[in-house]
């Protein structure tokens, strides 16, 4: 494999991590605060997630 490569399946690995935390985050400071805005950009992130998933 090519050092290209590798590089960019670590960003994306990096970036689906990221995600993952920004949901949670997001999804939790939802709930607590009962803010429906902050629930829907946590979906949004979720979305993040699975569309970073079908490029790998």
Known sequence: MNERYTDTKKAGFYG???NIFLLI????AGVMTKSQAMIA???NSAS???ASLMME
């Open 16 to 18: 689906i991590v990221g």
């Open 25 to 28: 985050i997001k999804a939790v």
């Open 41 to 43: 950009d946590s979906i």
């Open 48 to 50: 993040d997630i699975f």
